[in-house]
């Protein structure tokens, strides 16, 4: 079984190493002492964390996922058309799990953009968002 030490643990979950510590006494976080410091198993921080114990190791890629609705106020048809075109065309080579949704409401003259993905193809999104208004 592989182990980690206290600070390894802190920097994976981004914590103090104080607050590992707490866990630790608390028995939240199972541990083993070895000496005057303690062990974690990597099978006990993965079900600490709830997260499957490959995702774990050092240097292990974290996915981080973007949810965000734009709400656009005072758009016509026309623009609101112009937009949800603009969007949804760039998204064709996406990477997988990307994914956009938009609804017009002309009696209020309002679009919504819902934006599901990762930070890159979140970030392209907005700014494509931005640059189609802007223009």
């Not at 995702?55 to 609705?69: C, H, W």
């Not at 048809?77 to 990307?98: H, I, M, N, Q, W």
Request: aromatic share 6%.
């Amino acid at each position: 079984m592989e182990y980690y030490t206290v600070d390894q643990v802190a920097a994976l979950l981004g914590l103090h190493v104080k607050t590992v510590r707490g866990y630790v006494r608390d028995g939240r976080l199972p541990a083993v002492r070895i000496g005057k410091q303690y062990r974690i198993g990597k099978d006990d921080l993965a079900a600490f964390t709830g997260l499957p114990a490959e995702s774990m190791a050092p240097g292990a890629r974290r996915e981080v996922d973007v949810s965000s609705v734009v709400r656009i106020d005072g758009i016509g048809r026309a623009d609101a058309d112009r937009v949800t075109t603009t969007v949804t065309s760039s998204l064709k080579g996406a990477p997988r799990g990307a994914f956009v949704e938009c609804a017009y409401d002309e009696e209020r003259g309002q679009l919504k953009v819902v934006v599901l993905g990762g930070l890159e193809t979140s970030a392209t999104v907005l700014t494509i968002i931005d640059t189609v208004l802007e223009g």
